[in-house]
Each structure stands twice: as structure tokens, then as C-alpha cells.
């Protein structure tokens, strides 16, 4: 326990845990949705369904879906920012097995097309974990630059990825695997000390056997900050 | 953190000759790698958004339960109109608690100090006391760094979560921190910086987390209160010499002992205490329906 993890975080209101958490989620499913979201289906599970709405957890999982982060002041106003910008939304409840109260299954579309299914959940002070990725676990805490890659179960694979790092200079601080049935579709999550550079995530999407890649960076992009100044000065 | 008690920082405190909140601050700079500067800019960064953030309150804002709002405003009114009995000080601290929590549940930003429940007790006493007795900034910031110690000793020996140990966790420890930072502020040592913390949680121990319709609104708002008048008042008790019989590190150990004895019902899930009154389930079924 830090210092700074007892003092602070800067953050809008409520709660650590439903507000602050929930926009933690909505932005780090955005960064691993890769571009805008056009669409996202909510599904809240346990006291996020339960004392959500009071905590304005809908409202930060938009906000973070719009790419705000938890001390943005417009968070209250989400939904009005949402509905200018043209991403559509939908809020149901669900049960989700073995979850964290604290969690969310994210259906996102994107602007490019692309589209992911993300389980997060809050941790509690604001800490977050995403558990699922397209049905798949990852169970990382989107503290590091992580990448997720889903691929046949066949042998290699995990040696091509680590040997790409490799050559790029890529530290890997934690690696997990899971996979849904033997020979059937398995991932990889790998918890890096350095940015994984475009180029590299690109040679890995090329690779046969490779399903899908997915990277979350911590770099503050531009094309993340996506509201735009004229809604900043709001 | 490599501090599991406040005896441990008190010690170092006085083998290295550095005061109490240095020692706080070379342990966040050790752990990340951090200059002084920079950690002394980030502290000082928090503490003036607790000012920004009192500044930016608005009387007129309600919840979205409509729980809560313009309290604080009403106790700055009574304060000018001379009606209060805690005088100028206590009851600035009074009106500055409670609108840092209204702020907090009309989801304004606030800083967490530890917890966004316990939000308004740490800016209620510091901002009260840098405005009131003209103190430099960056004494504020070295009282924040006592704040600090003593919170991350209270999350490593216990807790400082309401779902873990009841509001004794959250406003008790916001309550110690604060105390910690007045008595320093005071010109209090390691010593009577640390019986002013304890003093403090244990006029707070066992008190339950038990918020209606699980919100953070009733009673978390005006609980902000209690935690910097009682802060104010164990400052108080520990700068005129007075000590608690019980040593700090074992004051914090009896809390986690009771918030681990305490029922989940009254541990931050909306069921006991003042949420499963007649009137608190009233309110829960009213907020669950909106």
C-alpha cells in the first residue's frame, strides 16, 4: 500500500468502487475496443445492478466508453454526450457466473467495425480487474501494457509471441493461459514492463494460427480523447 | 509501504533526526523511484484539488435521490447569522464536512482521503485551518504527508474499507489522519502525532457502516462531521499532553478486531442499522424504483 493509494485519487463522486471503477472499466474496454464505440449493450450484474444507478455507475461507464477518465467533470452528463455523439447504448440486468458484485459484461461495436465482448469488475478503491475477453479469461488489472492473444491450441504459439517480444525488447512481467477446450481456441495474457509498438501487434495478427489480437496501452493517445475541445469548454 | 506501525516511523523519525512526514515522504519515493520534489509536487497537487473542490461547491445541487444537498450551506448561513455554539473555527469545519460530502454525492470531484465516503474530514480541518490561522502551503503538504503514514499503517494493520470494517474504517481512520496532521500542524512530535490518531479511532471504534439504499448520502454526508470535530478535539487532547492508555498500533489492531467481528449487515450492504429502519427501506424501495 502506497501513500498515494491512501491519499487520493482525484475523482468524481460517489463511490471509488461504482463510480471511479466503472469509468476505469468503460475506458479500458474503449482502449481495447481499439476505436470509437458506435454501440455498447450494458449488462450490470450483482450491486452494480443492484445500487448502481444511485452511484451514477451508468453514467461512468459511458463516460468511460466516451474515453473520460474518472476525475472528469463531465461525467454526471454522460449520457447527453453520448446521445450528441451519436453512440447508441442499452442497460439490462444479468447473472453472471462466478463474478465480482462489482461487475459489467460490455458488448461494444465499433466505429471501424470491430467489435468485443468484455466482463470487468471494480475491485474496490477504484482498482479494476477485466475478467473475461469474448468469453475467454484474461484477469488482468489494466495497470500495465498488456496484450491478449487469442490463438488455435496447436504448439508454438506461445513461443512465436514470447520471441517476437523478445526481439522488440519487450519485458513480460506476468503471462496467463486459459484456454476452452483442448485443441479448441486459447489465450494468452501478457502483462509487459514496455509499449508494445503497432507494427509488432500487426505481425502478430498475421500470424497463422493467431485468432485475434488485442492490446491495451497505457500511452495517453490523442485519438483516445476522442470528446473533442468543443465539449471540454462546456 | 515497509511500515507496519507507527512506532516503526516514529523510530526512524528519531534515529535519522528527520521529522514524521519526511520519513512518509522517502518511502513514496523509494517505492517509486520518485524524486522529493516530485513527490512533495504530487501531495501538493491533492491538496489543492481538496481546495478546488471546496470551492466548486454548489448550495443548489441535490443528489439524484434527492437524499441529500445544501446542508452545508445552510450551517455557513447559521455561522455568519452568530446562531452557532462551536465558534468560528469549529463551525467552518462543520459546514466545509458537510459540503465536501454533498459535493461528493452529487458526484462533483472530490479527492478520496482515504475513502470518497470519508471525503469531507481531511479538507474540512486542513483548508479550515491554513484559512484561519494563515499557515504556508507547504506546511499543508507535510500535514498531508502525516495524514498519509497514518492512513497507509491503519490499511496495512487493519482496514480502510466500510465493506471490510464498518464506518469505524472509513470515518474513524479519516478522523486519525486528520488528527495526526492538526497535532503535527500544532507543533506536535512523532509521539503525540500518533496519540492524537489514537485517540481519535478509539472514540470511533464500532462504529457501523450502514448506508440507506446502500448511497453514500445517509448517514456518510454528516458522519464527515463527527470525524473532523472529533479529529479537532483529539489534537486537542494529545497537544495539552494528554495520552491514550492503549498504544496506537494496539488501538488500530482492536478496530480491525471489532470491523472483523462486526455482521455483514453492517458492513456497507445496505441491510442493518439506520438502513433497516422503517423509514431507511422506505427510501431504498423509493430510489430502487426511479
Keep these: ?234 | 509501504m515497509s511500515f507496519r506501525s507507527l512506532e516503526e516511523i516514529i523510530r526512524k523519525s528519531k534515529e535519522t533526526g528527520k521529522a514524521f512526514w519526511e520519513i512518509v515522504m522517502e518511502d513514496d519515493m523509494n517505492e517509486r523511484a520518485a524524486s522529493s520534489q516530485d513527490s512533495f509536487h504530487k501531495m501538493k497537487l491533492l491538496y489543492l484539488s481538496m481546495r478546488d473542490a471546496n470551492a466548486a461547491y454548489d448550495k443548489n445541487l441535490k443528489s439524484a435521490s434527492e437524499l441529500v444537498g445544501g446542508d452545508g450551506e445552510k450551517v455557513h448561513q447559521a455561522l455568519k447569522a452568530g446562531k452557532l455554539l462551536s465558534g468560528t473555527f469549529g463551525g467552518e469545519v462543520i459546514a466545509k464536512a458537510l459540503k465536501m460530502g454533498e459535493n461528493n454525492a452529487c458526484m462533483k470531484r472530490i479527492v478520496a482521503a482515504p475513502t470518497a465516503g470519508s471525503c469531507g474530514v481531511l479538507p474540512a480541518v486542513l483548508l479550515t485551518y491554513e484559512e484561519q490561522m494563515g499557515e504556508e502551503i507547504d506546511r499543508m503538504v507535510e500535514a498531508m504527508f502525516v495524514a498519509s503514514g497514518i492512513g497507509v499503517v491503519i490499511s496495512v494493520r487493519a482496514f480502510l474499507a466500510g465493506a471490510a470494517g464498518g464506518c469505524q474504517a472509513e470515518i474513524g481512520s479519516a478522523s486519525a489522519m486528520a488528527a495526526g496532521a492538526l497535532a503535527y500542524l500544532q507543533g506536535g512530535d512523532g509521539e503525540c502525532i500518533a496519540h492524537a490518531s489514537a485517540l481519535t479511532l478509539k472514540n470511533l471504534l464500532g462504529l457501523v457502516c450502514d448506508p440507506v439504499a446502500g448511497l453514500v448520502e445517509v448517514p456518510c454526508v454528516k458522519r464527515n462531521v463527527v470525524g473532523a470535530i472529533n479529529a479537532i478535539a483529539s489534537a486537542d487532547m494529545a497537544i495539552a499532553g494528554v495520552r491514550s492508555q492503549i498504544p496506537p498500533d494496539e488501538v488500530i489492531d482492536a478496530m480491525r478486531e471489532v470491523g472483523e467481528a462486526m455482521p455483514s449487515a453492517l458492513r456497507e450492504t445496505g441491510e442493518g442499522g439506520l438502513a433497516g429502519t422503517p423509514t431507511g427501506i422506505k427510501i431504498r424501495d423509493r430510489v430502487l424504483m426511479q
Design chain 1, 1 to 234: 500500500m502506497n501513500v498515494f493509494d491512501v491519499m487520493g485519487p482525484v475523482m468524481v463522486g460517489p463511490s471509488s468502487s461504482h463510480t471511479a471503477g466503472a469509468v476505469k472499466i468503460g475506458l479500458t474496454a474503449r482502449k481495447l475496443l481499439q476505436e470509437e464505440v458506435l454501440s455498447a449493450d450494458i449488462l450490470l450484474h450483482g450491486s452494480f445492478l443492484a445500487t448502481g444507478r444511485g452511484h451514477g455507475t451508468d453514467k461512468a461507464l459511458i463516460a468511460g466508453l466516451l474515453g473520460m477518465k474518472p476525475d472528469d467533470e463531465r461525467i454526471p452528463n454522460s449520457f447527453q454526450i453520448a446521445d450528441e455523439l451519436g453512440m447508441k447504448y442499452t442497460f439490462s440486468g444479468t447473472e453472471l457466473r462466478h463474478a465480482h458484485p462489482n461487475s459489467v459484461l460490455l458488448k461494444l461495436k465499433g466505429r471501424a467495425g470491430r467489435e468485443l465482448e468484455v466482463i470487468g469488475s471494480s475491485q474496490g478503491g477504484g482498482a479494476i480487474k477485466i475478467n473475461k475477453i469474448d468469453g475467454l479469461d484474461a484477469n488482468f488489472c489494466a495497470c500495465y501494457p498488456t496484450l491478449i492473444v487469442h490463438n488455435a491450441d496447436q504448439p508454438g504459439h506461445i513461443s512465436e509471441v514470447t520471441t517476437l517480444l523478445a526481439k522488440h525488447g519487450i519485458n513480460i512481467a506476468t503471462m496467463q493461459l486459459y484456454r476452452d477446450k483442448r485443441g479448441g481456441r486459447a489465450v494468452m495474457v501478457l502483462e509487459c514492463d514496455q509499449e508494445i509498438a503497432s507494427q509488432v501487434i500487426h505481425t502478430l495478427e498475421k500470424m497463422e494460427g493467431i485468432l485475434k489480437v488485442t492490446y491495451l496501452s497505457l500511452e495517453e493517445k490523442d485519438e483516445f480523447s476522442i470528446i473533442g475541445r468543443d465539449h471540454k469548454k462546456k
